[in-house]
């Protein structure tokens, strides 16, 4: 008897699958698999026997051969596309708190392109906006390797701004950046006049760039040296200036020193300083010639 069999099996199999790109870690994945597998196997085997009845014998015989084969094979693909936003201020190292910044957005691998500044939708966030002028947009490049964009943003308050630009529909990306705006300097920038007696109760006007705002004279703390000033009384304060009358101390003859600082913020501001003279009771001096304005807003003959 004889029995033969083959059984032959193949499979195959793709996948490929993208992910839409996002912003931050921002990455589009396009990954692609193939794989095939086949598998054959043959058999076959046979058998005799005979016998005779004159003479005692038999024989028998076996034999069987088979085959087997399989292969496989697999190949993959990645693509990464990563996409980045940053943001550069034009012309300063920094956005600095209450006056107007410039700033280059540049966004790599966008994908998406944009034909005007009008396919963009602009947001700022994380800090108070004022209620105008409004955040302004200048579109400079779009292709889909790069993205660059000019947004003038109006004067704001420190803190953190959050910077987004949005593509138009159907499109869900979002492309933002944070950006630091720094607190100013506060200084003294000008007393009028610069110098009283000794005797004190001289009234001067102290103007101060940049102090913390704030509501009441009661949030004012000025100081001569180490005597404060009396009948302080608030002219103005806003986000860019603060301006206030006040008496002067007694004190001594000399080269002093007035500190300007707000309560209205907590710790309080850091003091700002400004050089003032005070003359001995019954003497006064006058700036004839060669004088020149000092940054305190006193004179420097």
Sequence with gaps: SSSSSFSSSSSSSSRSSSYPVTVGAAVQISNSSSSSSSTSSFS?????SSSSSSSSSSSSSSSSVSWSSSSSSSSSSDTVVVTTVTASVKDAGACMAFVSCVVIITVQNPIDTVASAADLTLSVTGVTLPSTPAPSLVLEHSIAALLSATVTLPPLPSGTATIALAPPQPS?????????????TTTVSSVQPSSATSAGSTTVTITASFLPKVAAASQLDVKLGTGAFTSVALLWSDDVSTSFTASTPVANAGSQTIFVSSTAVTPASTPA?????????GVTATCESGCKGGASGGWIA
């Design 172 to 184: 869900t990306k979002l492309f933002n950046t944070s950006l630091p705006v720094l607190p100013q």
């Design 273 to 281: 300083e400004a050089d003032f003279l005070i003359l001995t009771a």
């Design 44 to 48: 076959s085997s046979s058998s005799s």
